[in-house]
């Protein structure tokens, strides 16, 4: 089994800056894809960012040239550094991997979830 945790959401201005972080463990052999992925009240879940394991990454449209996504795959870690922010970034940010443990090939997994409010 792999336990997401996520880290670093809370309430910040218009224009502000947040870093989320997630940290997976447990009897992990290998993690691929990386992503972040949000929920806004009454909608879809969407997918943020993703990074492969070697570095290649992937944006939605609304966060290109705001937020960039970074892991150290040493330590099993995701970040999402996340500039200029706006109302619309509103939601509950989830992390998700996709992961092999000795009992399960390239499992999915997410964590519990982080609010991130931009607002004045």
Not at 15 to 32: E, H, N, P, V
Not at 76 to 104: F, G, W
């Amino acid at each position: 089994q792999v336990q997401l945790v996520e880290s670093g959401g809370g309430l910040v201005q218009p224009g502000g800056s947040l870093r989320l972080s997630c940290a997976a463990s447990g009897s992990i052999i290998a993690i691929y894809t990386m992503d972040w992925y949000r929920q806004a009240p009454g909608m879809q879940r969407e997918l943020v960012a993703s990074i492969t394991s070697v570095g290649r990454t992937n944006y939605a449209d609304s966060v290109k040239g705001r937020f960039t996504i970074s892991r150290e795959n040493a330590k099993n870690t995701v970040a999402l550094q996340m500039n200029s922010l706006k109302p619309e970034d509103t939601a509950v940010y989830y992390c998700h991997a996709e992961a092999t443990t000795p009992i399960r090939l390239r499992g999915v997994y997410w964590g519990q979830g982080t609010q991130v409010t931009v607002s004045s």
